[in-house]
């Protein structure tokens, strides 16, 4: 169970990266109190977690001022994943105790492409591909035998698309035929780099490890890009609805109930 203060920041959190709050906004303990109906201890304890992630400062005053992250730290943040996952798929294949834990990334594998041969890209679906997806990359990370690669990875998964595991669809791809066949391609390749990471791994091969799984996070940079391209006005919101995440209940029924609804 999560503290109360743990999922106050996780609502106020929301609300930042959806533009709830604007940015250089001041949080008023008192509307946050009301707004969540708690008391003002839970609230700064919220407001003092989130300044360490650097989503809110401290004003020259009182209270909090937002800080939200833009497209570009997303970027950079989801680089510095990349490369922590690509040391710790080298680190797994040189770990003695790696073969314990390839059943749990084998069976993620076939689990994904069970899901893939079903042609079908629904939401129950998308939400189990990415459960799967999540299984495996979090084996490596907390298997590779050095606990400060998993731990600096956490301190960065409060960002959006930054999840261990996260996974990027546009639903207005997905909404034509043609789209969803170039969505199940890209999720296909995708499963076989894990099938490589996998046999690298079991073989000890640490330098293919290494590259093929840098190879696969790099595909997150990757598809922001492509939605720059798309959208010169991106913004962290629509990183949220590409991530896969239900902007209506992310909000937990707080001040953003009239905020519009991601596409």
């Known amino acids: 169970m999560e503290s109360i203060d743990t999922e106050l920041a996780a609502r106020i959190r929301q609300d930042i990266f959806l533009g709830v709050y604007a940015e250089n906004e001041r949080l008023s303990e008192s509307q946050l109190c009301e707004t969540h109906g708690v008391s003002r201890t839970p609230i700064r304890l919220a407001l003092r977690l989130m300044e360490r992630e650097g989503v809110v400062r401290r004003s020259d005053g009182r209270g909090y ?14 680089q510095v994943r990349g490369h922590l996952e690509s040391l710790a798929a080298r680190l797994m294949s040189q770990s003695p105790g790696r073969d314990n ?70 639903k207005q791809v997905l909404a034509t035929p043609e789209g969803m066949e170039r969505s199940l391609f890209r999720l296909k390749l995708g499963n076989s780099q894990h099938k ?67 596409d």
Not at 66 to 73: H, L, M, N, R
Not at 144 to 164: A, K, R, W, Y
Not at 196 to 220: C, F, L, P, Q, W
């Open 65 to 78: 001022i937002v800080q939200s992250p833009s497209v570009a730290d997303i970027l950079q943040a989801i």
């Open 101 to 170: 834990l390839l059943p749990s990334l084998g069976a993620a594998i076939d689990e994904i492409q069970r899901l893939i041969d079903t042609g079908n890209l629904d939401d129950t679906t998308l939400r189990l591909m990415q459960q799967q997806n999540a299984v495996f990359h979090k084996t490596i990370l907390e298997g590779c035998g050095n606990d400060f690669v998993s731990f600096t990875c956490n301190q960065i998964s409060h960002l959006p698309m930054l999840e261990v595991g996260s996974m990027v669809f546009d």
């Open 196 to 262: 490589i990471i996998y046999e690298s791994i079991k073989r000890g091969d640490a330098v293919r490890a290494e590259g093929m799984m840098r190879e696969h996070s790099n595909t997150m940079v990757e598809y922001i890009e492509m939605f720059e391209k798309r959208n010169l006005e991106l913004t962290v919101r629509d990183l949220i609805s590409f991530s896969g995440t239900d902007v209506t209940q992310a909000r937990f029924g707080s001040r953003s109930k009239d905020a519009p609804a991601a």
